[in-house]
């Protein structure tokens, strides 16, 4: 479901993980650990969703803000390999398929679904069950602007990352 607080977002080291800062859409409110994304059109964080616009690329949020009107805010985001909740049936044999945000929200992964319509967040690193380290979830590669995030066509299987 979509957030309407922060959430505790796993991380797994990643040496390729960095921090950025983009400038926010007007009137958003944003979540710690939700995810977010470039708009490829405005160059302005959104929050991810399912159908959303184009975006350039995908992160994990580090701030919890609440933009204004003409905002000249930067919010801090970030890339790695985050844990999140298992919205499909994503199993560990599922390794490197991409890893998509359905209907949903901006907490919840799929490998499954319509994928010419749903976002791509980024890589599916693993999978935990319920033992687990903060319980069951899938562990996914999201690349910011160091890769590439874009819609598959219907006949694709794996990401432009």
Known sequence: MALSADRSTLEKYDPAG????????????????????????????????????????VYVCQDNVLTGVSTTVQVEVKTGIFKFANGDTIVDADRGKPALIGAAGDDTVFKGGTIAADQVVGTIEGVDGASGVGGAGVWVKVYGTHGFTQVLAAAQTSGGT
Not at 28 to 51: E, H, M, N, P
Request: charged letters at 20%; glycine letters at 10%; proline letters at 2%.
């Open 18 to 57: 960095y921090v950025e800062h983009v400038l926010a859409t007007d009137s958003t409110q944003y979540f710690k650990g939700g995810l977010v994304a470039i708009d490829a059109s405005t160059g302005r964080l959104i929050k991810c969703t399912q159908a959303g616009p184009a975006v350039r690329a």
